[in-house]
C-alpha cells in the first residue's frame, strides 16, 4: 500500500532525480578539475624542461640540431621542434623536417616570437595525435623551441580518475536511493495513519488512536489532530445528547411538531403530527409534504408565512384527522443556511366537545327552566287575576304550579349531583359496597313505578359480588336506569338485571328492558346533559334529561365504565363494568 502511495512515489522521484543531478554535475566538475590539474602539471614540466634546454640549444650546431632534437625526446619523452622565424621547421624529434609545413601561423608560434610563452591544445595534422604545445622563444640564436606531450596519456589518467568517480558516484546513489526510499517508505506509512485517522474523523469513528510520532512536523500535525478529535468527540457526544433529548421532548409531546424548508419539504416531525395525518413513522427527510398532507388551507398557510415571514396562528380540521380540531401556530424558522416554517399542532378536539357541551348545557338549561317558570307564571297570573274564585279550575291552576315547581326541584337536585361528581373534593372515600345490596335497594326504589306502568321487574342471582366505590352513587345510578326501563317500556313489557364476574377481575351489571328502544343516530349522545331521544315523551314522564348524564359520571367516578346496546322497537341492554373489590 505504501509503495503506491502518490507521495510515496513523489518523494522517491525526486530523490532520484536530485541524487542523478548532484552526480552528474560532481563528474562534470571532477572531471573539468581534473582535465585542467593535469593540463597545469603537463604546462609546468614543458616550461621546466624548456628553461634547461634553451640554453643547451645555443651550443649546437645547426647541422646538428636534428640529432640533439632526437637524443632529448629519447631522454625526456617529449616531442622537441626547432623552428625559424620564418615558420620553417629546422628540426623535429618524430618528424622529417623537410616535409613539414610552414609553422608560422601556429598560435603557441606567433605567441613565442612576439616574445611570450605560447601555449596550444590541438590535433597535430602531421602525426595525427592530440598535443599540449610549448613554445619558449630564443631571441640570441633567432627561432623558437617547441616542447610538446601527447595528450592520450592525460586523457588515459583521467579517464581512468573519471571512472573510479563514476564508480563511487553510483555507489553514493546506490545508498542514496536506499537511504530516500525507506525514509520515503517511512514518511509515507506515517501519512498515511494520519489520513486513516482522519478519515475516522469524517466519520465520527473514534475508536482509533494515533501512535506517538516523532517530534517533527508530521508528529506537531498529529497531536494537533489527535487533540482536534478528542474535542471533536466532546462536541459529537454533546450534540448527540442534546439530540436525543429533543428527540425524547419532541415525541413525547402530545402537540404534533412539523418542520419544512423552503421548497416545502419535510425536516422534522413527531409522533403526535404522524398520528394526526394517519402517517406512520419514520416519515422520510425531505419528503414534499404535498404527499404527506392534503388541506389546501394549511399548505396556503405555510406559504404565507414562508412569503411574509410573519407567524400566524389558525384554527383547522385536517385531512385524514378523522374530525379532530387543531389549533396551529406557524412559525418562520431563519437559519443560515436556508428559510423554513415550524408549525406547532395543539389538538383542541376535546375544547371544541367541551365548548359545544357547554354552550348546548346553557342552551338546554335555560330551555328545561322556562318551561316549567313559565307556566308557574302563567298560572299564577291567572290565579291572581280571578281565577282564585273559580272553585271549579282554581285547584287545577295550583296543582299544575305544584308539579311545575317539582319539576323545577328535580332538575335542581340532579344539577346538584352532577356537579358534586364533577368535584373531586366532593368524592368520599371509596367503600367496600355488596352489589346484592345495591341492587335490592334500587328494585326496591322503583317497585311502585313498575306497578302504574304494569312492568315486571326480575333479577338473576348477585352472588358475594362487590365493588368499591359510594354506595349511594351506584344506587342512584341503577335507579335511574331502572326508571328509564320502566318509564319507556310498553304495558306488560319487563325489566331484567343481571350481575356477573367477567375473567379479568371485572363486574358486569347489566339491565336489559323490552321497551320502544334507542334510534342508532342518537346512541353516541344519550349520556350529554338534557339529551332526548324523544322530548315530548321524556317530559310526560317527567325527566329532566340528566339521569344518563348522572349514570356516566358515577360510573366512571367508580373507576367503570358503561356501554348500552338498542335496537328500535325491541328494547335496549345497558351494561355497567366495575373493577371487583
Given at each position: 500500500m505504501t509503495g503506491q502511495?502518490?507521495i510515496?512515489r513523489?518523494?522517491?522521484?525526486?530523490?532520484?532525480?536530485?541524487?542523478?543531478?548532484?552526480l552528474?554535475a560532481?563528474d562534470?566538475?571532477l572531471t573539468?578539475?581534473m582535465?585542467?590539474h593535469e593540463?597545469?602539471?603537463?604546462e609546468?614540466?614543458l616550461?621546466?624542461?624548456?628553461?634547461?634546454?634553451i640554453?643547451e640549444?645555443?651550443r649546437?650546431?645547426?647541422a646538428?640540431?636534428e640529432?640533439?632534437a632526437r637524443?632529448?625526446?629519447q631522454r625526456?619523452q617529449?616531442?622537441?621542434t626547432?623552428i625559424a622565424?620564418?615558420?620553417?621547421v629546422?628540426?623535429?624529434?618524430?618528424h622529417d623536417?623537410?616535409?613539414?609545413?610552414n609553422h608560422a601561423?601556429?598560435?603557441e608560434v606567433?605567441q613565442a616570437?612576439?616574445?611570450?610563452?605560447?601555449?596550444?591544445r590541438?590535433h597535430?595534422?602531421?602525426?595525427?595525435?592530440?598535443?599540449l604545445?610549448?613554445?619558449?622563444?630564443?631571441?640570441a640564436d633567432?627561432?623558437?623551441l617547441?616542447?610538446a606531450?601527447?595528450l592520450?596519456?592525460?586523457?588515459?589518467?583521467?579517464?581512468?580518475v573519471?571512472?573510479r568517480?563514476?564508480?563511487?558516484?553510483?555507489?553514493?546513489?546506490?545508498?542514496?536511493?536506499v537511504?530516500?526510499?525507506?525514509?520515503a517508505r517511512a514518511?509515507?506509512?506515517r501519512i498515511g495513519?494520519?489520513?486513516?485517522?482522519?478519515?475516522g474523523?469524517?466519520?465520527?469513528?473514534?475508536s482509533?488512536?494515533l501512535a506517538?510520532e516523532?517530534?517533527?512536523?508530521?508528529?506537531?500535525?498529529a497531536r494537533?489532530?489527535?487533540?482536534v478529535?478528542?474535542?471533536?468527540?466532546?462536541?459529537?457526544?454533546?450534540l448527540r445528547?442534546e439530540a436525543?433529548r429533543?428527540?425524547a421532548?419532541?415525541?413525547?409531546?402530545l402537540?404534533g411538531?412539523?418542520?419544512?424548508?423552503s421548497?416545502?419539504?419535510v425536516t422534522f416531525?413527531n409522533g403526535?403530527f404522524?398520528r394526526?395525518?394517519?402517517a406512520?413513522?419514520?416519515i422520510?427527510?425531505?419528503?414534499?409534504?404535498?404527499?404527506?398532507?392534503h388541506?389546501?388551507?394549511?399548505?396556503g398557510?405555510l406559504?404565507?408565512?414562508l412569503?411574509?415571514g410573519?407567524?400566524?396562528?389558525?384554527r383547522?380540521m385536517?385531512?385524514?384527522s378523522?374530525?379532530r380540531?387543531?389549533e396551529?401556530?406557524a412559525s418562520?424558522?431563519?437559519?443560515r443556511?436556508?428559510r423554513?416554517v415550524?408549525?406547532?399542532?395543539?389538538?383542541?378536539?376535546e375544547?371544541e366537545r367541551?365548548?359545544?357541551v357547554r354552550?348546548d348545557?346553557v342552551a338546554?338549561?335555560?330551555h328545561e327552566?322556562r318551561?316549567?317558570?313559565a307556566a308557574i307564571?302563567?298560572?299564577?297570573e291567572?290565579?291572581?287575576?280571578g281565577?282564585?274564585e273559580?272553585p271549579?279550575?282554581?285547584?287545577?291552576f295550583?296543582?299544575?304550579?305544584?308539579?311545575?315547581?317539582?319539576?323545577?326541584?328535580n332538575?335542581?337536585?340532579d344539577?346538584?349531583?352532577l356537579?358534586?361528581?364533577?368535584?373531586e373534593?366532593?368524592?368520599p372515600a371509596?367503600?367496600?359496597?355488596?352489589i346484592?345490596?345495591?341492587?335490592?335497594?334500587?328494585l326496591r326504589?322503583?317497585e311502585s313505578?313498575?306497578g302504574?306502568?304494569?312492568?315486571?321487574?326480575?333479577?338473576?342471582?348477585c352472588?358475594?359480588?362487590a365493588?368499591?366505590?359510594?354506595?349511594?352513587?351506584?344506587?342512584?345510578?341503577l335507579?335511574?336506569?331502572?326508571?328509564?326501563?320502566?318509564?319507556?317500556n310498553?304495558?306488560?313489557?319487563?325489566v331484567?338485571l343481571?350481575v356477573?364476574r367477567?375473567?379479568?377481575g371485572?363486574?358486569a351489571?347489566?339491565i336489559r328492558d323490552t321497551g320502544?328502544?334507542?334510534p342508532?343516530e342518537d346512541?353516541?349522545?344519550i349520556f350529554e346533559?338534557?339529551?332526548r331521544?324523544d322530548?315530548?315523551r321524556?317530559?310526560?314522564v317527567?325527566?329532566?334529561?340528566l339521569?344518563?348524564?348522572i349514570?356516566r359520571?358515577?360510573t366512571e367516578s367508580?373507576?367503570?365504565?358503561v356501554?348500552?346496546e338498542s335496537q328500535?322497537?325491541?328494547?335496549?341492554?345497558?351494561t355497567?363494568?366495575?373493577?371487583?373489590?
Amino acid at each position: 500500500m505504501t509503495g503506491q502511495s502518490p507521495i510515496f512515489r513523489k518523494l522517491l522521484f525526486s530523490a532520484v532525480l536530485l541524487i542523478g543531478v548532484t552526480l552528474l554535475a560532481v563528474d562534470f566538475y571532477l572531471t573539468r578539475y581534473m582535465d585542467g590539474h593535469e593540463t597545469a602539471q603537463a604546462e609546468r614540466q614543458l616550461e621546466a624542461q624548456g628553461g634547461i634546454l634553451i640554453g643547451e640549444i645555443g651550443r649546437i650546431p645547426p647541422a646538428e640540431l636534428e640529432n640533439w632534437a632526437r637524443q632529448i625526446q629519447q631522454r625526456v619523452q617529449t616531442r622537441i621542434t626547432i623552428i625559424a622565424t620564418s615558420g620553417k621547421v629546422l628540426a623535429d624529434s618524430q618528424h622529417d623536417p623537410e616535409s613539414m609545413e610552414n609553422h608560422a601561423a601556429r598560435p603557441e608560434v606567433v605567441q613565442a616570437m612576439s616574445g611570450q610563452r605560447g601555449i596550444a591544445r590541438r590535433h597535430s595534422a602531421t602525426l595525427d595525435v592530440d598535443f599540449l604545445y610549448l613554445a619558449l622563444p630564443a631571441h640570441a640564436d633567432g627561432f623558437v623551441l617547441r616542447l610538446a606531450v601527447p595528450l592520450g596519456e592525460m586523457q588515459t589518467t583521467i579517464a581512468e580518475v573519471r571512472r573510479r568517480i563514476m564508480l563511487a558516484s553510483l555507489f553514493a546513489a546506490a545508498l542514496s536511493l536506499v537511504v530516500a526510499y525507506l525514509f520515503a517508505r517511512a514518511l509515507s506509512r506515517r501519512i498515511g495513519r494520519i489520513q486513516v485517522f482522519a478519515d475516522g474523523l469524517l466519520n465520527a469513528n473514534f475508536s482509533k488512536t494515533l501512535a506517538p510520532e516523532p517530534a517533527d512536523e508530521l508528529g506537531m500535525l498529529a497531536r494537533s489532530l489527535s487533540g482536534v478529535a478528542d474535542q471533536l468527540k466532546n462536541m459529537l457526544d454533546a450534540l448527540r445528547l442534546e439530540a436525543s433529548r429533543r428527540e425524547a421532548i419532541l415525541a413525547s409531546m402530545l402537540d404534533g411538531v412539523l418542520a419544512v424548508d423552503s421548497e416545502m419539504r419535510v425536516t422534522f416531525c413527531n409522533g403526535a403530527f404522524a398520528r394526526a395525518v394517519g402517517a406512520s413513522m419514520p416519515i422520510a427527510e425531505r419528503l414534499p409534504l404535498l404527499e404527506l398532507l392534503h388541506d389546501p388551507a394549511f399548505l396556503g398557510s405555510l406559504m404565507r408565512v414562508l412569503v411574509t415571514g410573519e407567524p400566524i396562528r389558525q384554527r383547522l380540521m385536517l385531512a385524514h384527522s378523522a374530525g379532530r380540531v387543531f389549533e396551529v401556530q406557524a412559525s418562520p424558522l431563519d437559519d443560515r443556511v436556508r428559510r423554513g416554517v415550524i408549525a406547532i399542532f395543539h389538538d383542541i378536539t376535546e375544547i371544541e366537545r367541551l365548548e359545544r357541551v357547554r354552550r348546548d348545557f346553557v342552551a338546554n338549561v335555560s330551555h328545561e327552566l322556562r318551561t316549567p317558570l313559565a307556566a308557574i307564571r302563567g298560572y299564577a297570573e291567572t290565579l291572581l287575576d280571578g281565577a282564585l274564585e273559580d272553585p271549579g279550575n282554581n285547584a287545577k291552576f295550583v296543582q299544575v304550579i305544584h308539579s311545575q315547581a317539582v319539576r323545577l326541584n328535580n332538575i335542581a337536585a340532579d344539577l346538584l349531583v352532577l356537579s358534586e361528581l364533577e368535584s373531586e373534593k366532593a368524592r368520599p372515600a371509596p367503600e367496600r359496597i355488596s352489589i346484592r345490596d345495591a341492587v335490592e335497594t334500587a328494585l326496591r326504589t322503583v317497585e311502585s313505578a313498575a306497578g302504574v306502568h304494569d312492568v315486571r321487574l326480575s333479577a338473576g342471582d348477585c352472588g358475594d359480588a362487590a365493588i368499591a366505590g359510594n354506595r349511594i352513587r351506584l344506587e342512584q345510578a341503577l335507579v335511574n336506569l331502572l326508571d328509564n326501563a320502566v318509564k319507556f317500556n310498553k304495558p306488560g313489557g319487563e325489566v331484567r338485571l343481571d350481575v356477573a364476574r367477567s375473567g379479568d377481575g371485572k363486574v358486569a351489571i347489566t339491565i336489559r328492558d323490552t321497551g320502544s328502544g334507542i334510534p342508532e343516530e342518537d346512541i353516541p349522545r344519550i349520556f350529554e346533559r338534557f339529551y332526548r331521544t324523544d322530548k315530548a315523551r321524556s317530559r310526560a314522564v317527567g325527566g329532566t334529561g340528566l339521569g344518563l348524564s348522572i349514570v356516566r359520571h358515577v360510573t366512571e367516578s367508580m373507576g367503570g365504565t358503561v356501554a348500552v346496546e338498542s335496537q328500535l322497537g325491541s328494547g335496549s341492554t345497558f351494561t355497567l363494568l366495575f373493577p371487583e373489590a
